[in-house]
């Protein structure tokens, strides 16, 4: 019994991943193929322009914002729309924030809790409030696991 429901879980998720892309890629958001966001990260896609990359995976608790709504006070000429740009086979941790006028290059790692605030190169490992390369990764780079095994 507890397997079929975990089955039924696990169904009932990718079914609403779906829509959930579905709406995005509606809103004008880009994203490439084999791309997993959670259902618990949150994309902004009012204002400004997101594009996503293949095969990457976005953590739950992720906010990724392409505008800020108080860019204005600081600058009145600046309303606040902006773009985030985020590469092929890029992880992004958990509870991270991606702000506005971001690229993030390909296969980055960006760490779980992390404030991505300026741009980030092509095959690093970055972490931290606010976000600091703490490793260069050596290319050919390894691609995320299209499957993942079961370590039970």
């Known amino acids: 019994m507890k397997v079929i429901i975990r089955k039924m879980v696990h169904y009932l998720g990718n079914l609403l991943r779906f829509f ?9 958001a880009k994203i490439g ?6 259902l618990g990260a949150k994309i ?7 594009t996503i ?23 009145p000429s600046d ?9 092929d086979h890029v992880f992004i941790g ?10 993030i290059g390909n296969h ?3 760490g779980a809790g992390s404030v991505v605030n300026k741009d980030i190169p092509e095959g690093v490992i ?8 703490i490793k260069q990764l050596e290319p050919p780079y390894r691609p995320l696991p299209k499957k993942h095994t079961n370590v039970s």
Do not use: E, W
């Open 20 to 28: 959930q892309m579905s709406f995005l890629r509606a809103s004008g």
């Open 33 to 38: 193929k084999n791309t997993m966001i959670s």
């Open 44 to 50: 902004d896609v009012r204002r400004g322009k997101i």
């Open 53 to 75: 990359g293949d095969h990457c995976l976005i953590t739950h608790g992720c906010y990724i914002l392409s505008h800020d709504g108080a860019a204005h006070v600081i600058d």
């Open 79 to 87: 309303n606040g729309t902006g773009f985030v740009t985020i590469g």
């Open 94 to 103: 958990v509870n991270s924030v991606v702000m506005r006028n971001v690229t």
């Open 108 to 110: 980055a790692i960006i």
């Open 126 to 133: 970055a972490v931290g409030n606010p976000i600091k390369i």
